[in-house]
């Protein structure tokens, strides 16, 4: 069993910063690729930021210049640096991890950490 666990989230003004993390625990042989998603209200879960095992890292437009996306390997932890935050940033932001726990890897996500952008 592989369980993820994201923190960091809360409430701030427009233009603030917040950094989320994620922890696997559990059985696990090797992470490969790490990412952050949101879901806002009424709308669909979208992707945020992604990072290989190798450190490459993607974005979309919406977020790129203004979040960074990093992973401790050792510490089987992704991180999301959120700058320059906006009102409709808020969403309950989720980590998923590719995990291999022995039989392939499968994709786990954390349960979800509340971000809400407001003055």
């Known amino acids: 069993q592989v369980q993820l666990v994201d923190t960091g989230g809360g409430l701030v003004q427009p233009g603030g910063s917040l950094r989320l993390s994620c922890t696997a625990s559990?059985?696990?042989?090797?992470?490969?690729?790490m990412y952050w998603y949101r879901q806002a209200p009424g709308k669909q879960r979208e992707l945020v930021a992604g990072i290989s095992r190798g450190g490459s890292t993607n974005y979309p437009s919406s977020v790129k210049g203004r979040f960074a996306i990093s992973r401790d390997n050792a510490k089987r932890t992704v991180f999301l640096q959120m700058n320059s935050l906006k009102p409709e940033d808020t969403a309950v932001y989720y980590c998923k991890m590719a995990v291999d726990s022995g039989r392939g890897y499968y994709d786990w996500w954390g349960q979800g950490t509340q971000v809400t952008v407001s003055s």
């Open positions: 559990g059985i696990i042989f090797s992470i490969n690729d």
